[in-house]
């Protein structure tokens, strides 16, 4: 999969592509992150990506020729892509979002700044994105947040059974997680995790997920398409609390 980002601060999120999974993933062909200066495709000796709004008003907005320009180049370089713009008036980015990207055999992503960017660009866009209810002072973070979680669902760059298992990816929450020392603190690995009976753990695993979705965001856990292990350890929970009770 080939990713290309346009920003006017490619240091910024060159990062992306230098550390972990991803760095690994680059590292084998099965990612391609190209990074762009929007400033490299501007005509004037000052390098200028911005100018006063008409009508007036604060602050400034991208001028749409370095843009205009970008696209010809790189549509004459690598071909047709899935173009990105980082917005909080997108659609909010999601594991099902993340998902649908990640089947894209190429996606431009396009950092504004400042009061964003000349309508007239919106012509290149194919989907705006964005990564919640707030505003940064550009796009540099979403785009780097985006990159990342789509990343995780092209085919190699993660092991499909750590995916299968992520937050989010059949509307539950993770389970808790546990390593050495057994005990720590007067805190001590739940016993189930050391008694090597596979299917008591993986009913354990589920129960927990279910129940933390359950507290923490009952609005996924209503999506859930539930199967025969939910089916047992919703049981196995609802015994627990019985128990309890009494």
Same mark, same amino acid.
């Given at each position: 999969m080939r990713i290309g980002i346009v920003t006017i601060f490619p240091d910024f999120v060159k990062v992306i592509r230098e550390y972990g999974v991803i760095a690994q993933a680059v590292e084998n062909g099965l990612l391609h992150i190209d990074i762009f200066n929007l400033r490299d495709f501007t005509t004037d000796k000052?390098?200028?990506? +911005? +100018?006063?709004?008409?009508?007036?008003?604060?602050?400034?907005?991208?001028?749409?020729?370095?843009?205009?320009?970008?696209?010809?180049?790189?549509?004459?370089?690598?071909?047709?892509?899935?173009?990105?713009?980082?917005?909080?008036?997108?659609?909010?980015? +999601?594991?099902?979002?993340?998902?649908?990207?990640?089947?894209?055999?190429?996606?431009?992503?396009v950092c504004g700044r400042y009061e964003g960017i000349d309508e007239r660009v919106m012509k290149f866009v194919d989907d705006e994105i964005s990564i919640g209810d707030y505003v940064l002072t550009g796009g540099e973070l979403p785009a780097m947040v985006i990159v990342d979680a789509v990343s995780r669902f092209v085919p190699g760059v993660v092991e499909e059974e750590s995916v299968k298992n992520d937050s989010f990816y059949n509307n539950l929450l993770d389970h808790p997680h546990y390593t050495r020392p057994r005990e720590i603190d007067g805190m001590s690995v739940p016993e189930v995790l050391i008694s090597g009976n596979h299917e008591e753990i993986e009913l354990w695993r589920r129960k927990e997920s279910l129940k933390k979705t359950m507290l923490k965001r009952p609005d996924i856990f209503m999506k859930h398409d539930f199967d025969e292990l939910d089916k047992k350890a919703l049981i196995s929970l609802f015994r627990e609390l019985i128990r309890d009770a009494r």
């Open positions: 000052h390098k200028v990506v +911005d +100018d006063y709004p008409y009508g007036g008003g604060p602050g400034m907005v991208m001028k749409p020729e370095p843009f205009f320009r970008f696209f010809e180049f790189f549509q004459s370089n690598y071909g047709k892509a899935y173009v990105i713009l980082t917005s909080p008036q997108g659609r909010r980015l +999601d594991n099902k979002v993340a998902m649908e990207l990640a089947n894209k055999e190429q996606i431009v992503i």
